[in-house]
């Protein structure tokens, strides 16, 4: 049987990240303002997380605003007009409603509206997920520009006496934009995820339960034993082949951006990754939190306030979390 020959689509040979932006919540949580519930101190979280203090949004703030406040940002530093981009990819587990995405909304308040538009929801791997599918579209010409953003607000689902996540928690908004290129700025990403530890980061109950009986508000929680040992072996391993699969070594990066999950975890990952005194490495969470899908491009926004020499290096990026999911990929720095 003969085939009608169909038209496909070919795009850039390359694509890179022209920008980033960042929303975080106005309000300045500190160690003392949670330590009551949980019966511990400033001392024990500082110790156990790294984290001195926490950005939350107030009442009236969704995730979708601090959404919007980030993309914009990165649009306006991008150089381009929003109508330009051809695809919103929202990466969230605070959307208000399960339905329709917050990535449609999105699209129609930056002005990139008939963009498609969808969100992913692979916590806080997200971002990562986000970037490497821009990439795919970019380079097979489904799309020429595409915004890609974590957005959480996650202090919705915290309950005040868990004692295994909440206290970590943060509310923010990273977005990025990624276009076309005339040099590699993005590499092959690696990511998967391990179903067989569904369990270990999670909700304390469904909605259904929620619905139907008379149980608490689903909140977040998780089984920190389990989530540690995994992101200290096996990430540092994903991390590793994420380098191996860019062709580069660990020396010739210019930063590394882990997820913000805990300050024990990213120098656990520095010390198996043999990181060099010159590769800066991203330690967002003492002061915003855990931000779930938001942290990896807050954290980038915050090092390339602090250090703008950073842009045109290379940069190690790898999110890791409930699923269990993980990404990574190296990118040139906007």
Known sequence: MSHVQLNQSTGAQYSRIYAVGAARGELVVTNDDLAGPIDSSDEWIRQRTGVITRKRAGKDVRAIDLAETASQEAIAKAGIDPSQIDAVIVSTISNTVQTPSLAALLAERVGANPAAAYDVSAACAGYTYGIAQADSFI??????????????????????????????????????????????????????????????????????????????????????????????????KVAQKALDEAGITADQLAAFIPHQANMRIIDEFAKQLKLPESVVIARDIATTGNTSAASIPLATHQLLSEHPELSGGLALEIGFGAGLVYGAQVVVLP
């Open 139 to 236: 380079r097979s010409g489904l799309a020429h520009y595409v915004l890609v953003v974590g957005a959480e607000k996650l202090s919705e689902f915290c309950e005040p006496t868990d004692r295994t996540i909440s206290f970590l928690l943060g509310d923010g908004a990273g977005a990025a934009v990624v276009g076309p290129s005339d040099f590699p700025g993005i590499s092959k990403t690696v990511w998967g995820s391990d179903g067989s530890k569904w369990e270990s980061i999670g909700m304390t109950n469904t909605f259904e339960e929620y619905r139907h009986g008379d149980v608490a508000w689903p909140t977040l929680r998780q089984d920190g034993q389990t989530v540690f040992r995994w992101a200290v072996w096996e990430m540092a």
